[in-house]
């Protein structure tokens, strides 16, 4: 009996996790699990304010994160493949980042607890990208409580992805640098993308993570 696959797409803020999930979709013949982050209350204030919305920001994240993930990831899984924009265990490098001392010792201990009862990825797409261009197409995405985010944040968020990625043991890691590559506007990169996907899955084993410094298939 086939395996059904779980697929989680990771990367710093936009850099295209949700639009390559719903790309993804029809190849890998998958239901989507999408974040809900519009829903916390406190991202507005959070990026205006982190040191004094950082805690309740994340701790909002990792509760909703867990409902959605607990509840959604067996039942879509008994019914074929998923693909995901996210991995819960991204709540660690934002925690790490954004919380610390007392607070952070909290919010690790309330995640240690939880985070054994969600489903991990059978694989992790990190998309990757330098912190111009990010900035680039999070301005050109325009959303409005994104407006005030900093350049040295991102910047900061690009540094914890790759340290957190790079000792990521729970599944395989395939790492795509996407500052070369448009898959929404050019066929090849997508297909390029979903190629390395694929063969990645194929392949199956637990082993090292990957790292594709990818131009143009």
Request: glycine share 6%; no cysteine.
């Amino acid at each position: 009996m086939q395996k059904n696959h779980y697929i989680a797409i990771e990367g710093v803020i936009g850099v295209g996790k949700t639009t390559l999930a719903r790309l993804a979709q029809s190849e890998f013949k998958a239901e989507i699990l999408l974040e809900v982050f519009e829903e916390n209350p406190f991202l507005a204030r959070f990026y205006q304010d982190r040191k004094r919305y950082g805690f309740q920001t994340q701790i909002f994240f990792l509760l909703s994160r867990y409902h959605q993930q607990h509840e959604t990831i067996p039942a879509a899984l008994a019914r074929g493949n998923l693909i995901s924009d996210y991995t819960f265990d991204k709540n660690q490098i934002f925690a790490r980042l954004n919380i610390e001392g007392d607070e952070l010792a909290m919010y690790e201990s309330v995640h240690q607890i939880i985070a054994t009862k969600i489903p991990t990825p059978d694989l992790v797409v990190y998309l990757r990208a330098g912190t111009d261009v990010l900035m680039e197409r999070i301005a050109l995405r325009d959303r409005s409580y994104e407006r005030a985010m900093e350049r040295a944040y991102i910047a900061a968020l690009g540094q914890a992805y790759d340290e957190f990625l790079a000792r990521y043991a729970l599944a395989p890691v395939l790492t795509i640098d996407t500052d070369a590559l448009d898959f929404v506007h050019h066929a090849d990169d997508l297909r390029m993308i979903l190629n390395r996907i694929r063969a990645q899955l194929e392949l199956g084993a637990y082993q090292q993570p990957l790292f594709d410094h990818g131009g143009r298939a």
